[in-house]
């Protein structure tokens, strides 16, 4: 599985490359056309690394995750008539519907930090510098949270995914090294209990 891994990811590369090529050769109103421009005017602010992956980082942050709410929301409407005809007839409004199904299936179930100082997150202690993977999908189904966590309802007041982690600063984006600080208590992620209750 890894080597797969390694073989799509080898693959997408090259695939920027020659996109990449294409676009020095005959620009377009595109943005892999500009950021092209702005790399090779000045690598200092936009190096070939950087640039293939950031056009890596976008096609899968704006590619998988949309294409998998789709997915998942559609699974989710097969599954229950009664939302289906609740969509089309206006009782349960889309955007709850959409909030309710980043919650009970998300399209990013994980993501990670880097600690930049000593943080106690429930039972666990980081030290800096250390890695986290903070589970999203496990949040989005916390009891303490959520109320009957495994039912899709779409009236939930409380039915925004969970974003306990980034209320706070002692955590940043794996990529971006940050400073040793003194120590410092993190709510756990599942946060406290929403205002609606554990029935919400
Ligand atoms: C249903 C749709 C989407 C979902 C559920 C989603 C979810 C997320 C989440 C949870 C993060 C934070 C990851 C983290 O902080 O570790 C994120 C970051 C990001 N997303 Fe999305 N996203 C969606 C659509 C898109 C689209 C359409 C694009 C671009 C075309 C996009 C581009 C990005 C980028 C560039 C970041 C990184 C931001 C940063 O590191 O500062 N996302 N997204």
Redesign the pocket.
């Known amino acids: 599985m890894l080597a797969d891994a390694d073989a799509a990811a080898i693959a997408m590369r090259e695939y920027f490359t020659g996109l990449c090529a294409d676009r020095r050769a005959r620009p377009r109103d595109d943005l892999v056309s500009a950021l092209v421009q702005v790399s090779d005017a000045d690598s200092a602010r936009l190096n070939r690394d950087e640039l293939l992956a ?1 056009l890596m ?2 096609l899968v ?3 998988e ?2 294409t ?2 789709l997915g998942n929301g559609l699974r989710i409407v097969l599954g229950e008539p009664s939302l289906r005809s609740g969509l089309s007839g206006g009782s349960v409004p889309a955007g709850q519907f959409v909030a309710e199904a ?1 919650r009970y299936d ?3 179930q994980l ?3 880097r600690a930049t100082v000593t943080a106690e997150v429930g039972e666990v202690t980081t030290a800096p510098g250390a890695e986290v993977i ?1 589970l ?1 999908g496990a949040a989005n189904r916390d009891p303490r949270r959520f109320g009957a966590p495994n039912e899709f309802r779409p009236a939930r007041r409380a039915g925004q ?1 969970a974003d306990q982690l ?1 209320r706070g600063r002692p955590f940043l ?3 971006r090294p940050g400073p040793a600080r003194g120590g410092r208590r993190v709510p756990p992620a599942a946060g406290p209990v929403s205002p609606d209750g554990p029935g919400g």
Do not use: Q, Y
């Open positions: 950031n980082l976008l942050a704006g590619f995750t949309t998998n709410l980043l998300s399209p990013v993501t990670s930090r903070t999203l995914p980034r984006p794996r990529r």
